[in-house]
């Protein structure tokens, strides 16, 4: 089985400039989340996606951040303008269902380092 | 202010001891609690977890244990290997597990051969 994909694995830019994560979540999988990771930090849960729908996103930054799931399957997460802050690791994790269903399976993330 | 917490950021041990990394909780509304695992450079994995409605769970050579009077949950590792060594996170939710999982910021565990 397939896990979930995510791409770029890296990526530098400078403030203020734009940047797109791409998330494949595994086949059959309704939910999908995309947690940032800051260095130091545990994951923090941006948005929460079930099927088509946002489930959860109290913590995302709607002014810079945008988030879209493409016919219940592929997500995308975009930064825009980024931000020093925004270093961090990008998880993309995706569930059967809700976490009580067994677990989150995540991704190995994206790497975003903002100069 | 956090929820989670893991107070140890770093825990050393034999290969062949028991490992027992510690997680406290604030938010009396979780009832649901996971331990995941992470190499450098992987995503999390998922390693066990346990609902409130029990005090213990077992998994080969992993234990976790909660004490929700205290609002403390561990987890034993017995015995260590050496490919224990990784960043082990915390984490809870509330409603059986159906709200967002709030990770603590992990315990760093080293298994020395």
């Known amino acids: 089985e397939a896990g979930v994909a995510q791409s770029p694995r890296y990526k530098i830019i400078e403030k203020r400039q734009s940047v797109a994560f791409w998330c494949n979540p595994i086949?059959?999988?309704?939910?999908l989340y995309w947690y940032q990771q800051i260095l130091g930090q545990g994951p923090k849960l941006l948005i929460q996606f079930q099927n088509n729908g946002v489930v959860d996103d109290s913590q995302l930054p709607k002014d810079r951040f945008s988030a879209e799931r493409l016919k219940g399957v592929d997500s995308t997460l975009k930064i825009q303008p980024a931000k020093l802050e925004d270093s961090a690791v990008y998880l993309c994790a995706s569930s059967l269902w809700t976490v009580n269903t067994g677990e989150l399976f995540f991704g190995e993330g994206s790497r975003l380092t903002v100069l | 202010d956090q929820q989670v917490k893991q107070n140890s950021p770093s825990l050393s041990v034999q290969e062949g001891r028991i490992s027992i990394l510690n997680c406290d909780y604030t938010n009396s509304m979780f009832d649901y609690f996971l331990w995941y695992k992470k190499y450098p450079a992987e995503g999390p994995t998922f390693l066990i977890s346990i609902s409130s409605i029990k005090d213990k769970n077992e998994d080969g050579r992993f234990t976790v244990f909660l004490n929700k009077s205290a609002k403390h949950l561990s987890l034993h590792i017995v015995p260590s290997q050496p490919g224990d060594s990784a960043v082990y996170f915390c984490?809870?939710?509330?409603?059986?597990?159906?709200?967002?999982?709030?990770f603590g910021k992990g315990t760093k565990l080293t298994v020395n051969p």
């Open positions: 984490a809870a939710s509330g409603q059986g597990g159906s709200e967002k999982l709030v």
């Open positions: 086949s059959g999988h309704a939910t």
